[in-house]
């Protein structure tokens, strides 16, 4: 799994490593039982603090996607395991739509996270 971050960007660093990993079990890139990359290594090799790293596997953890196993390191939990095509389903006919009218991403972004109650305060 390669991880792309931009230093630059709005998004916190531990938030975009989250969301990479988020969406590698989504699409199936990662199964139950893959060991994600040292919180170190992963450090090193992006030039980040290993605290970004770490909070980012926190996150991941308390939601149930990976778990963190003492020696072990960071594992992708059996959760990565569900079937996520309605997901993708969803999402196909929301960018469908989101073409046929012409939206701009963040109108589209604005009103997802509108009807899941997360808009950004």
């Keep these: ?3 792309r971050i931009d230093p630059t960007a709005d998004e916190p660093l531990f938030q975009q490593l989250a969301r990479q ?8 890139e990662v199964s139950p039982g893959d060991r994600l990359p040292a919180a170190r290594e992963l450090a090193g090799s992006l030039e980040i603090n290993l605290h970004t790293v770490l909070h980012a596997y926190q996150d991941l ?3 149930g996607l ?3 196993r003492r020696g072990r390191g960071a594992l992708v939990a059996d959760r990565g395991a569900q079937d996520f095509t309605p ?3 969803a999402l196909d006919a929301l960018v469908a739509a989101v073409g046929d009218l012409g939206l701009a991403t963040d109108t589209t972004l604005g009103l997802v ?7 950004k305060r």
């Design 66 to 68: 990976i778990e963190l």
């Design 87 to 89: 997901l993708h389903e």
């Design 1 to 3: 799994m390669l991880f």
């Design 113 to 119: 996270r509108e009807a899941l109650g997360t808009e």
């Design 61 to 63: 953890r308390d939601e």
């Design 21 to 28: 990993v988020r969406a590698a079990v989504i699409r199936g």
